[in-house]
């Protein structure tokens, strides 16, 4: 068992909602990484956090902005909802920052569809 | 910039038979290559972590192998069950600490 769990499972919204996905990552572990994972793709990487700061984004729209917590959990925020954003959200923890050879240990995922 | 690509996309196989995924990348300054399983709309399961410095790794009925001057890995499963049916994904990590996924191989092995 990972140890990261990312709530809620489920999510339906609407074009131009705004949604928070949350992730706590596993004990002992400061940095938190978020995936875009659509139907039938690979998971695409969307932003890390590492001891609260943002340490790396990648090609994703301001609207998707995150944060992290003192106790290095993590929420994923998308403001005015597409319907490409409709996809599996992942969330990794890892014990370290950037230039690590730690593997990163994925939570079950939130499924978001965007209508 | 770095890419990932995975050969075949879907495999269907009878039970019993050995399994080669193989997985590609374009820029060798890897710190390391993972291997996942990941079933129909679950999270990610990690098979394998092969070090940049290394050249294969085992656990079980599988197998990874890394040749980082080539740019690639290949997953081999021994003796294959329908247990084993799922989408296999590799990944890579850079410097940046992210990790670069293929589209993955989606197996099907039948009784």
């Known amino acids: 068992e990972t140890g990261v769990t990312q709530s809620p499972t489920h999510l339906i919204k609407t074009r131009g909602q705004q949604v928070t996905l949350r992730c706590s990552s596993q004990?002992?572990?400061?940095?938190v990484s978020w995936y875009q994972q659509a139907l039938g793709q690979g998971p695409q990487f969307i932003f890390q956090?590492?001891?609260?700061?943002?340490?790396g984004r990648g090609n994703f729209p301001p609207r998707f902005s995150g944060l992290q917590f003192p106790n290095y959990s993590s929420e994923l925020n998308v403001n005015a909802l597409e319907l490409d954003d409709s996809a599996l959200y992942l969330c990794?923890?890892?014990?370290?920052?950037?230039?690590?050879?730690?593997?990163?240990?994925f939570g079950p995922g939130t499924r978001l569809l965007v209508l | 910039k770095q890419e990932v690509t995975q050969i075949p996309a879907a495999l269907s196989v009878p039970e019993g038979e050995n399994l080669v995924l193989n997985c590609s990348f374009t820029?060798?300054?890897?710190?390391?290559l993972q291997w996942f399983r990941q079933d129909p709309g679950k999270g990610l399961t990690s098979l394998l972590l092969?070090?940049?410095?290394?050249r294969e790794q085992t656990s079980g009925r599988l197998n990874a192998s890394l040749d980082k001057s080539s740019g690639r890995s290949t997953l081999y499963i021994a003796a294959s069950q329908p247990g084993d049916s799922a989408t296999y994904l590799c990944?890579?990590?850079?410097?940046?600490?992210?990790?670069?996924f293929g589209t993955g191989t989606r197996l099907q092995v039948f009784p």
């Open positions: 990794a923890s890892s014990p370290r920052g950037a230039q690590t050879r730690e593997t990163q240990y």
């Open positions: 004990s002992g572990h400061n940095t």
């Open positions: 956090y590492y001891r609260e700061e943002e340490n």
């Open positions: 820029d060798s300054a890897i710190y390391n």
């Open positions: 092969i070090q940049s410095s290394q």
């Open positions: 990944a890579v990590k850079t410097n940046t600490d992210k990790l670069i």
